[in-house]
């Protein structure tokens, strides 16, 4: 283990505490400061710097939190989270994993099977396959394949590296980092430049105390503004610790997703729900995105390329609002987009979660996402499809569709031509032609106008034989060579 003398640069903050490769440390820095600087910056090299923007995976450091007395570790993005959200974490670096025994397993591994060249991915990697074994996760390729779906190599290739990590799962090994003794000193969050409120009271009272301060949740679309625009955030309120946010509550008929559920979360809770929405979690981001990226930033974020808002479209979910002063109200989801990037969100108001109607997730649903890479990459377009019915004839139907016009948008058009039809090769033409005349799709860097809409019409028509049993859904697998 390298001992580090760590500097603080910010004096008008209060120190948080945390710590860092198995030593307590006390920071001071501005609200804007990434994990990445501070480390790098007190000598901890090892974790590099590729695209600042959460794409690469260079930066991959592992976070343990300590859960009910367990000690839970999860994949950052260190390049776009602030070090202030990390108040009472134990970060752990590429420094931090060998001991006086030896390598970890996931370094031991990828020595053994060659996965590394010119080495700058290396680090990164080593923490993602690092953090699975430290969680005990199955040696399963799709869980290998999932932890590493945020890192990136130019030179190895894959197959050397998801060997390494499959080895390194099968492994025995028992870890000296699991010990709940590292968060002895770090119990109370920071109340610094990062106000990082533990309910939603101390929410409100923060939003009034700093009015002017910005919301940060994951920090996944935020934290880009930063590294990318270079702007400059005096403080920042995390609602990502809010305990009412991070809940998912259960009435007879409704799901109630607190605005901070991460995507990882999410993928849990839906598991034995909604298979389809897990197929579109598990193509969202990549892993360290989905351990930070909540659902409340994707709505706020008002981006027409967001992937969840179709979703929420088909199952007819409610947004919940709540301003400073507690005063709330449910806006639907298709009412809540106003125009591009412009959502219904007062400057005072915060989204505290979704409630979408149980009887939704009976429907046949289908959730599409087409991107450039089938991992870590923003959709071009996004369809989802939501059909009930004896599967050749339609009784009810809903489709939106996302990345085809400046907001989320929802089909009523097509939806009312599909009712009470029985699906065949002219039901199938007669509507591909409608979504053509009735979407207009926009062009930019990701697709042309005429790709978005040729995908529209495939994705539409795709469902509709998924649902009639025409055709299966496709399924993607990486087989290793023995
Ligand atoms: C590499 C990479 C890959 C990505 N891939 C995808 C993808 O495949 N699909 C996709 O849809 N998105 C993707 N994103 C975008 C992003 O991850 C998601 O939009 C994510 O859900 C944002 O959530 P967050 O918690 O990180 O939001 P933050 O970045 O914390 O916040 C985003 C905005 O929402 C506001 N906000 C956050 N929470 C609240 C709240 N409770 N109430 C009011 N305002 C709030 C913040 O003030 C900010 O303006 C990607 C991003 C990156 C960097
Ligand atoms: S530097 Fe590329 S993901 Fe952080
Ligand atoms: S070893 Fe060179 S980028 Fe992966």
């Not at 390049?79 to 370094?107: K, R, Y």
């Not at 892993?287 to 990226?293: A, D, E, S, T, V």
């Not at 799709?441 to 978005?452: C, G, I, L, N």
């Not at 529209?456 to 034989?465: F, G, I, K, T, V």
Request: net charge negative; proline share 4%.
């Amino acid at each position: 283990m390298i001992t580090v003398n760590y500097h603080k640069t910010c004096p008008n903050g209060q120190d948080l505490k945390l710590v860092i490769n198995e030593q307590a440390v006390e920071v001071n820095e501005s609200a804007d400061t990434t994990a990445l600087q501070y480390l790098r910056s007190n000598g901890l090299t090892g974790t590099k710097e590729g695209c600042a923007s959460g794409d690469c995976g260079a930066c991959t450091v592992m976070v343990g939190e300590l859960n009910g007395g367990k000690v839970q570790f999860k994949t950052v993005n260190s390049c776009i989270v602030p070090i202030g959200q990390l108040a009472g974490m134990h970060i752990v670096t590429a420094e931090g994993l060998a001991d006086q025994s030896g390598l970890h397993p996931a370094q031991d591994e990828m020595v053994a099977c060659h996965g590394s060249q010119c080495g700058f991915c290396t680090p990164g990697f080593v923490m993602s396959l690092a953090a699975m074994v430290e969680n005990g996760d199955p040696a399963k390729i799709e869980t290998v394949q999932q932890g590493i779906s945020g890192n990136l190599c130019r030179c190895t290739g894959y197959r050397p590296i998801v060997q390494a990590g499959m080895n390194a799962l099968g492994r025995d090994y028992e870890s000296r980092l699991q010990d709940p003794a590292f968060f002895k000193d770090t119990k109370s969050p920071s109340q610094g430049n990062v106000q990082q409120p533990l309910n939603e009271s101390a929410l409100r009272e923060a939003m009034v105390q700093y009015p002017k301060a910005s919301l940060i949740a994951g920090g996944t679309d935020l934290m880009l503004e930063v590294t990318q625009r270079y702007q400059h955030f005096e403080r920042l309120i995390d609602v990502s610790r809010v305990m009412e946010l991070r809940s998912i509550t259960e009435t007879q008929d409704t799901y109630c997703i607190g605005a901070s559920v991460t995507y990882t979360e999410l993928e849990r809770f839906f598991a034995q729900r909604s298979q389809s929405l897990v197929s579109l979690l598990h193509r969202l981001g990549s892993r360290q995105i989905r351990n930070c990226g909540t659902i409340g930033g994707n709505l706020a974020n008002g981006s027409p390329i967001a992937d969840m808002p179709p979703v929420l479209i088909c199952w007819g979910a409610t947004v919940e609002l709540c301003t400073s002063s507690g005063q709330t109200r449910g806006v639907s989801i298709n009412e809540f987009y106003r125009g591009y990037r412009q959502t219904v969100l007062q400057a005072d108001e915060y989204i505290a979660g979704i409630r979408i109607p149980k009887r939704s997730l009976d429907s046949f649903a289908r959730f599409y996402k087409s991107s450039k890479r089938i991992e870590d990459d923003i959709s071009s377009v996004m369809g989802a499809f939501l059909f009930q019915g004896d599967g050749s004839e339609i009784t009810a139907a809903r489709i939106a569709f996302g990345g085809m016009a400046a907001t989320p948008v929802s089909l009523p058009g097509i939806e009312d031509i599909l009712v009470g039809k029985t699906i065949n090769k002219r039901l199938l033409s007669e509507v591909g032609e409608a979504i053509g005349e009735m979407m207009s799709p926009m062009t930019d860097v990701r697709a042309s106008a005429e790709y978005r809409a040729a995908m529209a019409r495939s994705m539409l028509e795709r469902a509709l034989n998924e649902f009639s049993g025409v055709s299966k859904p496709l399924v993607m697998e990486l087989k290793l060579h023995a």
